[in-house]
């Protein structure tokens, strides 16, 4: 079955340092996006992607940057880890057709000491 | 631009009680509506969504939702809850103009007393 798999699923980090979370997806899917979630904030997102090359920025996406060098993976990195950043973060991918539901991970949980 | 509000932020109900979670939305045109659920430590589910067609909407779980474009509300109901129905819903207003990106509503999250 086709899924799409979040890792670590929970990291623990210090400030300052850089953090790579992973996705990937085996559903073929276009589109890629990262939300994360805190308390009272639902998901707001951070970056999203539509294809291969194609990056764009979301409304929190200061502090973070994204890479898609292929179908299947889009990497979320912190460039340098702030404690404002501890959050649970979920990838989600969906296909080309508006509209379409979005399927997501089941969450990494970063704490920034 | 479209949003949506989900009025709720926590429902209580009593195992075996009904349940509707409120969902308005705004939105120029018809729109596409999705109900997800969370449950703790998990990503978001797809319980069921409306594109077109019939108003009453059933998916997964025994859950099902209505549209109601006079109310551009698209709340979510169940007969009778059970104690793992316990979880957070989301209510999303799916993406248009060109864009993949739906807007989700804050949550409504959802205690079940035995």
């Known amino acids: 079955d086709a899924e799409i798999t979040q890792s670590p699923r929970h990291k623990i980090t210090e400030t300052g340092r850089q953090v790579t979370l992973a996705c990937h997806q085996t559903w073929n899917h276009n589109n890629m996006f990262w939300y994360r979630q805190d308390l009272g904030h639902g998901l707001r997102l951070i970056h999203y992607?539509?294809?291969?090359?194609?990056?764009n920025k979301g409304e929190v996406s200061d502090g973070y940057s994204v890479s898609r060098s292929n179908t299947e993976d889009l990497p979320l990195t912190l460039e340098s880890a702030a404690s404002s950043q501890t959050s649970v973060y979920f990838c989600a991918s969906s296909d080309g057709l508006v509209g379409n539901e979005q399927f997501f991970g089941p969450g990494t949980r970063l704490t920034v000491l | 631009a479209q949003s949506v509000t989900q009025p709720d932020i926590h429902i209580t109900v009593s195992e075996g009680a009904s349940l509707e979670l409120r969902c308005n939305y705004s939105y120029g045109a018809t729109p596409y509506l999705f109900w997800y659920v969370q449950s703790p430590g998990q990503g978001l589910q797809l319980l069921l969504k409306y594109f077109s067609g019939d108003t009453l909407v059933q998916g997964i779980k025994g859950f099902e939702a209505e549209f109601k474009r006079s109310q551009s509300s698209f709340n979510l109901r169940k007969p009778s809850v059970h104690w793992s129905d316990a979880a957070e819903y989301f209510c999303a207003v799916g993406a248009s103009g060109g864009s993949y990106i739906p807007t989700f509503g804050r949550g409504t999250s959802l205690i079940v007393h035995p």
């Open positions: 992607s539509y294809g291969v090359q194609d990056t």
